[in-house]
């Protein structure tokens, strides 16, 4: 206990001359968790190991290619157009596959992320080895079974808004022959492609709620965070047909920005949705590490005018040559902007 005590006053101590108003003092980080998406694809260019059971999964996918195969959709541009989906699909060297991925928080559109690849029931494919996963689209299901009890016994599932899709080189073989079935599942590296935006929120407290607070909140890390719209361009390599959609997923969101008030910009990093909720996006410069933008962003101060920010700045300067607490000062310091 006495331990425990003086640690406590040695943190107190640390924290004595770092009396100022911040961000995390008035709100909460949420919506930090991944979104599962799901959809059905199928895989090409394999070497007679593929198949496609028959079932509720093949015909969605025999619904997709009648939708998409040909010039119109150009997702199949290598099949011929005489081709009937049925030809497709018993082909063994293609294979129908279940695709799962989750979207991480705070996703922007247009990012990528990894995607799984498993056989669904009823699969006798013996292998996706050298498999290529064409243009498929991920969205959040709901099993009809368990939104009334008069479907308990259903198979179906209610699809909801596209949130992603994907396509790709499949990558297999992660269990150094320890796994009879290694050879049929696998994963394409970065090979889905985020159709939404995934802020982060800003909860605000119980003692801290009003619009005006709020609003306060997103417009000051808004002066802090700014982001060059042009550079999100640099690490963007799209093919036509993923510029296309995400253009005309851009045309839609400005749409109803003009409609909805809540609607964020593109040049905006955060905006207070109500008194209780902001949206905050991660800036470019942040974008390979989410956690240090989070945390620098909770700690920057809410008032630039305030008088203690002077003895702030001193004492964040004295913590900056100790060792033990450098890490400490150096977020707090990233979070007073590039002066």
Known sequence: DEQKRLQMAEANEKERDLDIRTVKDVCDVGNLGPLQVHGIGLVTGLAGTGHCPEGYYRKMMEQFLLKNMGERGGQLANVPKEASVRQILDNPNNCLVIVS?????????????????????????????????????????QSKADLSDRFKNSPELLSGNIFAHAKGQLIVGFGNNVDANELKKG???????????????LLMRTDGKSVKIANDVAVRINFMYQDDPKSRALHADFSTEENLLLNLGNVANQINQRQDPNGMNQTEMAKAVNKEVINMR??????????????VATFTPLNRTDPNLTNYRQRLQKMLLDPRESWRAARRLDALGSD
């Open 101 to 141: 991925a989750q979207i991480p928080a705070g996703t922007r559109k247009g990012d990528r992320f990894d995607v799984d690849v498993t056989l669904p029931d009823g699969s006798k494919a013996e292998s996706l080895a050298g498999g290529y996963l064409q243009f498929s689209l991920l969205r959040m299901y």
């Open 187 to 201: 994963k394409v590296w970065n090979g889905a492609v985020s159709r939404i935006d995934r802020p982060y929120t």
């Open 282 to 295: 991660v800036p470019f410069i942040y974008r390979y590490d989410h956690q240090r933008f989070l945390h």
